[in-house]
């Protein structure tokens, strides 16, 4: 059996699990997929853990935390924010 990295171990107890990936990680994103996706979120009991995780790795698709990308990018990088100065 394979042990999860700590990194990640409580994403076995996520709401998500039970829900089809692609409600998460769609081809084609609508606002109405996007508001299932945030409901399952709502309700997950690892939700800080799964947002706290995808902010700080960076996670570059898909629904974590009930978060889009560009949501999450706003909390890494909020408006005004620039790259310091090479030198």
């Known amino acids: 059996m394979r042990r999860m990295t700590p990194e990640i171990g409580w994403?076995?107890?996520?709401?998500?699990?039970a829900s089809d990936p692609e409600l998460f990680f769609p081809l084609t994103q609508s606002a109405e997929q996007e508001a299932?996706?945030?409901?399952?979120?709502?309700?997950?009991?690892?939700?800080?853990?799964?947002?706290a995780y995808a902010v700080r790795?960076?996670?570059p698709e898909g629904i974590w935390g009930g978060l889009t990308v560009r949501e999450r990018?706003?909390?890494?990088?909020?408006?005004?924010?620039?790259?310091?100065a090479a030198g």
Do not use: I
Request: aromatic share 6%.
């Open 57 to 59: 790795s960076g996670e």
């Open 73 to 84: 990018r706003g909390l890494r990088f909020p408006a005004g924010w620039r790259r310091p």
């Open 11 to 17: 994403a076995v107890r996520g709401a998500c699990r």
């Open 36 to 51: 299932r996706a945030k409901a399952v979120c709502a309700r997950c009991p690892v939700l800080a853990d799964c947002r």
